[in-house]
């Protein structure tokens, strides 16, 4: 059975001590509601995250936001996927469309970064979505298709059962503007039939499909109530632990 998931990604947000305030927020607000039905993950940078594993209470679970695309050596200011889950962070964001914007990332690139993850035991969530333009020209079923058969059509069926997908329309992320419910089936439903088609149907129902992009409180209940909604990556709505726990609450 595929999970509902409520991830936050603080993006680069947080000094240390208001990163680890904000996890203990959210661990006192958890405690008062039911958060049986869902997976709660806190992706902070990556200088909170040996002390957030140790400050997250279950539920909670820390994930990375990227690594290197390298295993390990001369590559200054990287973060190994070795590293990373050495600190106990079990998840890493990968191909978020900050990544792929301004930092060039590749389908390449990610797709070496998505083996080096599984190989240290990281679950991947990997981010898709198109841009603006690519919507207007009714291409974003052919974007989103390209980037999992780039970064993820390679996995064997056993690898490819540890992804998480995260479909984020670019148009929708930090701009107040959000995918519309029918918007966001309509694509997510799409995304397991591609998935369906390439490994089989169990993997693609088993396969958690979060929606992100200005996803908050008053948002949150409409999206989470598709079919192919698994859940959600929120940013900006997840740098208040009130916000953040009444997303959760939405399922
Ligand atoms: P947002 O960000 O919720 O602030 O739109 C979502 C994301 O980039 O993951």
């Known amino acids: 059975m595929r999970r509902n998931i409520v991830a936050g990604n603080w993006k680069m947000n947080k000094t240390l001590e208001e990163g680890l305030k904000l996890i203990e927020d959210i661990n006192l607000n958890i405690k008062k509601i039911d958060a049986k039905n869902v997976q709660i993950i806190v992706a902070t940078p990556f200088i909170h995250l040996a002390k957030a594993v140790e400050k997250a209470v279950s539920p909670v679970r820390i994930s990375a936001q990227n690594c290197a695309s390298e295993e390990k050596g001369a590559y200054t200011g990287e973060v190994s996927a070795e590293m990373l889950r050495s600190t106990g962070v079990e998840f890493v964001i990968l191909g978020h469309s900050e990544r792929r914007a301004y930092y060039g990332e590749t389908d390449e690139v990610l797709a070496k970064k998505v083996d080096l993850a599984l190989a240290y035991k990281l679950q991947p969530i990997f981010c898709i979505g198109e841009v ?27 690898d490819f059962s540890k992804i998480i997908i995260a479909y984020e329309p670019v148009w929708a992320i930090g701009t107040g503007e959000t995918a519309t419910p029918e918007q966001a089936q309509e694509i997510h439903h799409y995304i397991r039939k591609v998935v369906a088609d390439k490994y089989n149907d169990e993997i693609a129902d088993n396969l958690s499909i979060l929606y992100g992009g200005s996803m908050k409180p008053s948002n949150a209940k409409e999206l989470v109530a598709q079919p192919d909604v698994d859940g959600g990556l929120i940013g900006g709505a997840s740098l208040d632990a009130d916000d953040f726990c009444r997303i959760i609450e939405a399922f």
Do not use: D, P, T
């Open 132 to 158: 603006l333009e690519e919507r207007k020209a009714k291409k974003h079923f052919e974007v989103v298709k390209k980037q999992i058969e780039n970064g993820l059509f390679h996995l064997s069926e056993k």
